[in-house]
């Protein structure tokens, strides 16, 4: 039942994913007829960003008063609600509807996620968490294969107005099935999240830190991989024109395409290997699968004949899903009281590294060629990722390694004294 549960969980979170992978392309281009400045679009997505960023530094405390599921419910009412009132609002006040929808879409949506992915070791059983993370995100990773691929059509066809209600309705759908969870208990008093110091607090996100002497290197490293991601996102439309200057949209759709399924098929290995050996890729495997993904990504930009081009996005594509279950399964393992911070921490790390990379790579790119400026970013990822994997294997050498350090797949930490740690690499 439990299980039954989760994959209607799943399944609405796909479909949601699907309405905000639609509109991230609907709302971009709605921003720039509505304003006509391609400064608007920008500052559109530093608001949905920034707001993003603040809702990771106050997860944490949003879920110490309240439970996951209630959380996970409004975030989805609310940026529904914000839909709405673009869908509604007069001419005169459609430039602030757009930009309230951005603030609403970047903290919510980071709510729900922090809620969602936190609470995934109290919705599956132990042993099972990353076969729920790893159909997370393949959920995620085919929702965003179908979104992008029909934004094209149901805004050419239909208009910005019938996207928005299809990704209203979207949230809807996905709130529909949080309903469906059993009633929420109310969450703990966390009095021994924050370690005590004389008459002074450790902070919570501090706390997790501490508690798992991994977990710092293995946010950090996900922070500058996000600034690694921004750097190939600004990049490809520019290297796509600059193939094919009539057709600049075939590159770019057929690369997320094919990474997607690549994103997909891991999961589908991902998961028969832990049901067969009951072990998962561990924090070893997230430390490998970032120096694949980001030496890919560059390989992508390197001008390789199509083929090769395309194998390359299949392995960017399955690199990336394993980083994502390794690292969310590997936070999950944190107790419950410090699990919250940790990926609150996460999205507040993950939601700066990509902000200030698109800032930054946004003006290198009218100086440098994509192929270096990605060279660079996704090289500082693999430098800081092989000093992750250099440090893990000391651990496991001197045998101080925890379980999922060795590839081991358990549920929550007893005691606290496990060493735990979660785009899009997109």
Not at 164 to 174: A, E, G, I, K
Not at 251 to 262: E, N, P, Y
Not at 345 to 361: D, K, Q
């Amino acid at each position: 039942m439990k299980e039954r549960r989760y994959r209607i969980l799943v399944t609405g979170y796909a479909i949601s994913s699907y309405g905000t992978y639609l509109n991230l392309v609907a709302l971009n281009l709605y921003v720039y007829a509505v304003t006509d400045r391609a400064l608007a679009v920008g500052v559109f997505m530093a608001v949905r960003l920034a707001a993003g960023f603040l809702a990771g530094l106050g997860a944490a405390a949003l879920l110490a008063r309240w439970a996951a599921k209630p959380v996970m419910f409004w975030a989805n009412v609310a940026q529904a609600a914000a839909l709405a009132l673009l869908v509604c609002a007069p001419d005169g006040l459609r430039t602030p509807a757009l930009f309230l929808v951005s603030a609403v879409v970047g903290g919510a949506g980071t709510f729900f996620m922090v809620a969602f992915r936190s609470s995934i070791p109290d919705m599956v059983d132990e042993g099972r968490h990353t076969w729920a993370n790893s159909l997370m995100v393949s959920g995620r990773s085919m929702a965003m294969v179908v979104g992008f691929a029909s934004s094209g059509v149901v805004v050419s066809l239909l208009g910005y107005r019938a996207a928005f209600l299809l990704d209203l309705v979207t949230f809807l759908v996905c709130a529909g099935t949080v309903a469906l969870l059993p009633p929420a208990a109310r969450p703990e008093r966390a009095e021994s999240a924050p370690a005590a110091t004389g008459r002074r607090r450790t902070p919570g996100a501090l706390a997790a830190l501490a508690a798992a002497p991994v977990i710092a290197l293995m946010v950090a490293l996900r922070g500058i991989d996000a600034l690694g991601s921004s750097s190939h996102n600004a990049a490809l439309p520019v290297y796509s024109t600059q193939l094919d200057a009539d057709r600049p949209a075939v590159f770019v759709s057929v690369f997320w395409c094919v990474w997607a399924l690549g994103n997909v098929l891991v999961q589908q290995v991902l998961q028969r290997w832990v049901k067969r050996d009951g072990r998962s890729v561990g924090a070893l495997g997230f430390g490998l699968g970032t120096i694949a993904m980001s030496a890919t990504f560059i390989l992508a930009f390197a001008g390789l004949p199509w083929a090769v081009t395309i194998v390359v996005a299949l392995l960017a594509g399955a690199a990336d899903g394993v980083t994502e279950v390794s690292y969310s399964s590997h936070l999950q393992t944190l107790p419950t009281k410090l699990r919250t911070h940790a990926f609150g921490l996460s999205a507040t790390v993950e939601n700066l590294g990509f902000g200030v990379g698109m800032i930054v790579v946004a003006a290198v790119l009218d100086v440098f060629s994509p192929l270096s400026v990605v060279g660079v970013a996704h090289g500082v990822a693999i430098v800081v990722a092989l000093v992750f994997v250099a440090r893990v294997l000391r651990r496991r050498r001197s045998g101080a390694a925890s379980p999922e350090e060795g590839g081991g797949d358990a549920g929550p930490a007893r005691g606290g004294r496990r060493d735990g740690a979660e785009v899009p690499g997109s």
